[in-house]
Nanobody
Framework: QVQLVESGGGLVQPGESLRLSCAAS????????MGWYRQAPGKQRELVAA???????DYADSVNGRFTISRDNALNTVYLQMNNLKPEDTAVYYC???????????WGQGTQVTVSS
């Protein structure tokens, strides 16, 4: 099982940037894909961005061109660079990891991102 710890959330004004980090640890770090999801109050959790072991990325239409997902394999860490943040980006952001072969999914505890003037 893999443990995921997110960091980097906070309160910013519209147009500003934030970078989220998610560090993976555990006895099995054979991870196929890592990604970021978010959940706003009263809404379902949605995919924001994902990156698999082949380097293939997937972004929600609402963040495409503003957010960038990247991964440091040596540090077992995935990042989400969020630029030009908008109030509608306000949500709890969760890190997700999908394991090779089993495709079992693990989640972090979440980090709050608030975009408000």
């Amino acid at each position: 099982q893999v443990q995921l710890v997110e960091s980097g959330g906070g309160l910013v004004q519209p147009g500003e940037s934030l970078r989220l980090s998610c560090a993976a640890s555990g006895s099995n770090l054979n991870i196929y894909a890592m990604g970021w999801y978010r959940q706003a109050p009263g809404k379902q959790r949605e995919l924001v961005a994902a990156l698999n072991t082949y380097g293939i990325t997937d972004y929600a239409d609402s963040v495409n061109g503003r957010f960038t997902i990247s991964r440091d394999n040596a540090l077992n860490t995935v990042y989400l660079q969020m630029n030009n943040l908008k109030p509608e980006d306000t949500a709890v952001y969760y890190c997700n990891a999908v394991m090779v072969q089993t495709f079992l999914s693990s989640w972090g505890q979440g980090t709050q991102v608030t975009v408000s003037s």
